[in-house]
Nanobody, 127 residues
Framework: QVQLVESGGGLVQAGGSLRLSCAASGHTTSTYNMGWFRQALGKEREFVAAITRNGLTYYADSVQGRFTISRDNAKNTGHLQMNTLKPEDTAVYYC?????????????????????WGQGTQVTVSS
């Protein structure tokens, strides 16, 4: 069992930056894959970024070059650094994790591959 708690969300102006954190317990971060998803009001939950247990990273086209996913195994924490934020980035951001061994874009970008989810943190970008 993995428990995930997100933090770092808030209100920021367009062009600004935020850093989200995901504190994990129940397993060491080095044993699982981690992903970030977001859900805007009235929309489906969508993939943002992922990092595998081996350190491979994947990004949605909409955030490529602006967001960076990372993990600190010593602190059992994952991060999502978000730069050059846009109003369309406004959403609830969720941290997710799973313990399987699937890699590749299809697996890592699918919300159905993740078994554990945090409660989410709101990110609002004003224009």
């Amino acid at each position: 069992q993995v428990q995930l708690v997100e933090s770092g969300g808030g209100l920021v102006q367009a062009g600004g930056s935020l850093r989200l954190s995901c504190a994990a317990s129940g397993h060491t971060t080095s044993t699982y894959n981690m992903g970030w998803f977001r859900q805007a009001l009235g929309k489906e939950r969508e993939f943002v970024a992922a990092i595998t247990r081996n350190g491979l990273t994947y990004y949605a086209d909409s955030v490529q070059g602006r967001f960076t996913i990372s993990r600190d195994n010593a602190k059992n924490t994952g991060h999502l650094q978000m730069n050059t934020l846009k109003p369309e980035d406004t959403a609830v951001y969720y941290c997710a994790a799973d313990l399987n061994y699937k890699e590749g874009w299809a697996s890592r970008s699918s919300k159905y591959e993740y078994d554990y989810w945090g409660q989410g943190t709101q990110v609002t970008v004003s224009s």
